[in-house]
């Protein structure tokens, strides 16, 4: 099946600085998808972006999809940040997640 | 809150059992999506439904199944359980029929908060 790495796998900031989280992917897929899981656990979407980019407040988001990739970027972290990072790309049927990227935001 | 809800919220039991999660999705959600989230295998898609319909399957185990009922509420149930079924379980709601909808606002899914479920 399609595999799907995450780097890095952790991640420590000071606030206020930007990052850049990878998602690199193994073959052609439809979709693909950026989450955030708080450190309560709850899972919340931040991006559908199978090619391009694409911006919501403080977060952007690339994928190059024929060179099968996608970047997240967080400009101006901040503590509310912290969490884990995941990548899913999807296909007709299925979907498979990358392991994810852990980050810490510092005060 | 994303309107999904998801009950139990922690559910504790023996191995061998049966158990049964339940999802609700968000009104006017036509699709629901399974997910487990284990130390050991990380976040894994198992299943969704559209309007009463199995649309896709992920790594779904057989011992594992699920169903969506008219009024959209969705059950997973899961039998035979062994230790390594210990894990977070997500249900997802969204608006589009097909895992891979190209349209961002009709597709975007919604989670719940999940139910942990330990298997002593």
């Known amino acids: 099946g399609i595999q799907v790495e995450q780097s890095p796998p952790d991640l420590i900031l000071q606030e206020g600085a930007n990052s850049t989280l990878r998602c690199n992917f193994s073959d052609s897929v439809n979709n693909l998808q950026w989450f955030h899981q708080n450190p309560w656990g709850q899972l919340i979407n931040l991006f559908y972006?199978?090619?391009g980019t694409k911006q919501n407040g403080r977060l952007s988001a690339t994928t190059v999809a024929t060179e099968r990739y996608s970047l997240l970027y967080i400009s101006s972290s901040q503590t509310t940040d912290s969490g884990v990072y995941f990548c899913?790309?999807?296909?007709?049927?299925?979907?498979?997640f990358g392991a994810g990227t852990r980050l810490t935001v510092k005060p | 809150d994303s309107g999904v809800t998801q009950t139990p919220k922690h559910l504790i039991t023996a191995t061998g059992q049966r158990v049964t999660l339940r999802c609700s999705p968000r009104?006017?959600?036509?699709?629901v999506y399974w997910y487990q989230q284990s130390l050991d295998q990380g976040l894994q898609f198992l299943i969704q439904?559209?309007?009463?319909?199995?649309?896709a399957k992920g790594n779904i185990l057989e011992r594992f199944s699920a169903q969506q009922f008219p009024d959209l509420h969705s059950e997973l149930n899961l039998s035979s359980l062994e230790l390594g079924d210990s894990a977070l379980y997500f249900c997802a709601s969204s608006g589009g029929p097909r895992l891979a909808d190209y349209s961002l606002s009709y597709n975007e899914q919604f989670f719940g908060p999940g139910t942990r479920l330990t298997v002593l």
């Open positions: 972006i199978p090619s």
């Open positions: 009104s006017g959600d036509l699709s």
């Open positions: 899913a790309v999807l296909t007709n049927n299925d979907m498979r």
């Open positions: 439904y559209y309007n009463g319909e199995e649309r």
